[in-house]
């Protein structure tokens, strides 16, 4: 299979601590986004990467949060000092330039903050 | 404000009876509208992106068409393996993230 694929599955951490979690995109395509969803809810728009460049961020985004795509291959997200508020999945979808508009999810990362 | 929603909120119909989910939308400059479904504890699945007023797209059971306010999801003959929660997301011309509604959660009783 050679969708996209994050890791952990699932993450339990106590608040304060800090968390990474990692993407693998699809392996042709350049672009990758990171999206937050909690129960009943739709996706929410996080970051977005073009190649290695961060090109867009949400306002919502709070500081404790940075992501990284050094190579312009995989990514990783980082929540630092977590809250419990900060308890979602955690979606990373990659979509390619020729077809840019169609973006293909992973499984998520579940994040508990205990 | 930009927004997407989604109605109704839950909807459960039994295997065979047609219906439509809705999603409005109100987005200055509309690059696209997709539809995706959501099994629990998975990401969304691709199923349609509608580009302009009019367009239809279909794949077996589903049709998606769109106007200049709103789209439709239609499902023909549902089986239950068509439970799901579908998201209707709206993607902007002057970004590249898309905005997701609530969902529509998806039952079919056998």
């Known amino acids: 299979d050679t969708g996209v694929s994050q890791n952990p599955r699932h993450k339990i951490t106590k608040r304060g601590q800090n968390v990474t979690f990692r993407c693998d995109p699809i392996s042709e395509h350049n672009r990758l986004y990171w999206y937050r969803q909690t129960l009943g809810q739709g996706p929410e728009f996080l970051t977005y990467?073009?190649?290695?460049?961060?090109?867009?961020k949400s306002r919502l985004l709070s500081d404790r949060f940075s992501a990284e795509r050094p190579k312009g291959s995989f990514s990783t997200l980082e929540i630092q000092r977590t809250e419990q508020g900060d308890s979602a999945m955690y979606l990373c979808?990659?979509?390619?330039?020729?077809?840019?508009?169609?973006?293909?999810f992973g499984p998520g990362t579940r994040l508990t903050v205990l | 404000e930009d927004q997407v929603t989604q109605s109704p909120e839950a909807l459960r119909l039994q295997e065979g009876e047609s219906s439509s989910l809705n999603c409005s939308y109100t987005v200055s400059g509309l690059r696209g509208l997709f539809w995706y479904r959501q099994d629990p504890g998975k990401g969304p699945e691709f199923l349609f992106t509608l580009y302009s007023a009019g367009e239809e797209k279909e794949k077996e059971r589903l049709k998606a068409t769109l106007t200049k306010k709103e789209s439709f999801l239609h499902i023909t003959a549902p089986k239950p393996e068509d439970s799901a929660t579908y998201l209707c997301?709206?993607?902007?011309?002057?970004?590249?993230?898309?905005?997701f509604g609530s969902g529509t959660r998806l039952s079919i009783r056998p």
């Open positions: 979808a990659s979509s390619s330039g020729q077809s840019a508009d169609t973006q293909y």
């Open positions: 997301a709206v993607g902007y011309s002057s970004a590249s993230k898309i905005i």
């Open positions: 990467f073009q190649n290695e460049a961060q090109l867009e």
